[in-house]
Nanobody, 129 residues
């Protein structure tokens, strides 16, 4: 399984922006569906955005559409990277954000946390009002 590590979280005011990064090590990310999940305090982990293995298709939950952009860099010369650019952040975006990966994920299963075999440790995003 690929190892994942997130970075880029922090404290930001409402309306601000953050860019989260997910660095993969181990096997190449080639062939992996990649996703960002988040978990707010006291709530279940939820799918936020996903990107196909070739980067050609992206998927978002409705609350972040138009504000978040997921992208990936499959450069095999160095670490493989996945990003999520988060603009116009809102207090309800406050959560721990996780990067996830798996080869077997499909469009129908991408929102299911149990479908992913690789997870990062998470990075805290706090949006103040």
């Amino acid at each position: 399984q690929v190892q994942l590590a997130e970075s880029g979280g922090g404290l930001v005011q409402a309306g601000g922006s953050l860019r989260l990064s997910c660095a993969a090590s181990g096997p190449t990310l080639s062939g992996y569906f990649m996703a960002w999940f988040r978990q707010a305090s006291g709530k279940e982990r939820e799918f936020v955005a996903g990107i196909s293995s070739d980067g050609g298709r992206t998927y978002y939950i409705d609350p972040v559409k138009g504000r978040f952009t997921i992208s990936r860099d499959n450069d095999s010369n160095d670490k493989n990277m996945v990003y999520v650019q988060m603009n116009n952040l809102k207090p309800e975006d406050t959560a721990v954000y996780y990067c996830a990966a798996d080869r077997k994920v499909t469009v129908r299963t991408m929102v299911d946390v149990d479908e992913y075999g690789s997870w990062g440790q998470g990075t805290q995003v706090t949006v103040s009002s």
